[in-house]
C-alpha cells in the first residue's frame, strides 16, 4: 500500500503495524489520520480544521459511521495514550480512512467544472476571510494603542518618555558608538598595513 493510485506514501503507516505491538498500533492510526488530514488540504476542501473539512465531505462518503469511529480512536490516542488496541480493530480503523479517502477522489473526479470552481472558490474565500480577520484585529489593536497613546496622561506620559530614550539611544549612545567602532577600524587598517610593511622588509 505504499504506492497507490491516490498518491500516498503509507510506508510509516506499515511500519508501525509490522511492529506488532499497542504502541505500534497506535501509532499507525496516529499516521493514518495525517495522511487523510494532508490529502484533504491538498485536495483544497474547505474549512479550517479536519473536523470542519470532514462536515463538507460528509455527504460523499459511503462509510462515514467507520471514519466516524476511527478518528474517535484517534482522539482516544491523543487524550488516553495507555488504553489498548488489538491489530484486528486498526486494520479496520485504517479501512475506514481508506475508505473515505477513495469517497474522496472519486467524488472531486466527479464534480462537474461548475461544482470544482465553488469548491475552489470556497476554498480560497475561507482563507481570505481568515486573514482579513487577523488584519482587522492588528488594525483595531494599532488603533486603540494610538488613541491610548495620545488622548489620555498616561499614554502622553509614557510617549514622551520614549521618545527621550529614543533621542537619547540615537544621539548619544548609538552616535558615539558608531564614531568609536569607526575609530577602531580606521587604527586597525593602519596597523594591520604597518605590521603587513614590517613583514615585507
Known sequence: MSEN??????SAVEKALAEGSFSGYKIGILETEKLFS???KNK?????HVENKIKYI???????????YGRHLFKRIIHEPHFEISRE???????????????IEE???SLSLAEKIILRGRYVLGIVLKNLRRIFLVILAAAALIWALGETGFGRKFTEVVVKVNHFFIFKILFWATIILGVLV???GILYFISGRKRRF
Do not use: C, M
Open 89 to 103: 480493530e486498526t486494520k479496520q480503523i485504517i479501512s475506514g480512512y481508506w475508505q473515505a479517502l477513495l469517497d
Open 186 to 188: 580606521v587604527l586597525g
Open 107 to 109: 467524488a472531486i473526479e
Open 44 to 48: 483544497q476542501i474547505p474549512g479550517r
Open 58 to 68: 460528509h455527504r460523499f462518503l459511503s462509510l462515514p459511521d467507520k471514519l466516524d
Open 5 to 10: 493510485k491516490l498518491g500516498l506514501n503509507w
Open 38 to 40: 494532508e490529502f484533504l
